[in-house]
DNA sequence: CTTATATTTAGATGAATATCTAAATGAAAA
DNA sequence: TTTTCATTTAGATATTCATCTAAATATAAG
């Protein structure tokens, strides 16, 4: 894993798009999924390129799968960016 | 610009690595390049991008372009980010 | 005015990646 | 135990993108 994944991850539109989707709860593929044009397996795609980042967890459920935001991630990529505001010598 | 083409910047590494060197003040082309194996015309692409997506300002000085942070660019992917770790509902 | 220096632009190439269709997996329902 | 449903995996394709060399631009120095 690491920084780099992460940003690779969050830097296409439609897997932000999936990101704030999950920011109101655990959702299946299916579900989240039909708010895209885009096929199954392309949606699939995107979210293994998610929870290889970390950005999201999965659990099966029976014949589901239910993806959720992973916390923990984002505040690897918050301190990224502190680094830079927090640390303005003009601040 | 737009969050998508800042996103897009920082999934780089060699681009964050710049970032970093800005870091520490303004700085030449050819400081910035001094620091990586890659190409004058590599670095300068990679400033390109990054001056595209509003994260550093160039002013050119006689001989010299002069590169540096733009802070403001950093708070927006703050409060993209915020987004996600400000709004959870289990903190 | 000619040469040297700093940087970018143009154009080409190879690697990474987003997307699709078709097939595979796995679990529930009939 | 077939069939159906949810999702992923495999393999192909087209586009995006990082990188390079060569050439252009612009300024300073001789």
């Known amino acids: 894993m690491g920084i780099q994944q992460t940003l690779k991850a969050i830097g296409d539109p439609t897997r932000r798009e999936i990101l704030d989707l999950l920011k109101a709860g655990e959702k299946t593929a299916g579900e989240i999924g039909e708010h895209f044009k ?47 505001t927090g640390g303005d010598k003009d601040e």
Chains 1, 2 share one sequence.
Request: avoid cysteine; charge should be negative; proline fraction near 2%.
């Open 38 to 84: 885009a096929t199954g397996p392309t949606i699939s795609h995107h979210l293994a390129v998610l929870r290889n980042a970390g950005l999201i967890m999965d659990e099966k459920k029976g014949k589901y799968i239910f993806y959720e935001l992973n916390m923990t991630v984002f505040e690897e990529i918050l301190s990224w960016i502190t680094a830079f």
